[in-house]
């Protein structure tokens, strides 16, 4: 299965592990070392700490409720000129500080 972009996730600066958006949907693995810290946060109560990688067909609600809404949406689409509905693209360009412990960056391939 391939990746088409993948981000780097950071829970309270530290190296969590990849969301992938695939071909058939999303991806989520945390860091095998990332695991090994005995305070090792969970991403979300949904998305608890485990070797074996998350997958959906649609983006986690976790990651999708980081995106911006409303005006705020309005102005990232328009300014990084990207669609509405490309929320993964939305997710790398407006979650690199995002309100809350996780932060999201683009990961190279």
Known sequence: ?????????YVR???AGFLSETD????????AAYLTLP??????LTLPPRKE?????VLFPFFDGLIPE????HIVSKNWKLDQND?????????KDCIGAVRI????Q
């Open 13 to 15: 600066d530290r190296f």
């Open 87 to 95: 929320r993964f693209g939305l997710l790398l360009v407006a979650c």
């Open 39 to 44: 305070d090792a946060a969970p991403i979300s």
């Open 70 to 73: 409303g005006w705020l949406l």
């Open 1 to 9: 299965m391939s990746a088409y972009r993948k981000a780097s996730v």
């Open 24 to 31: 058939s949907g999303y991806r989520f693995t945390y860091d």
């Open 53 to 57: 990688p998350y997958e959906s067909n």
């Open 105 to 108: 960056e683009e990961a190279e």
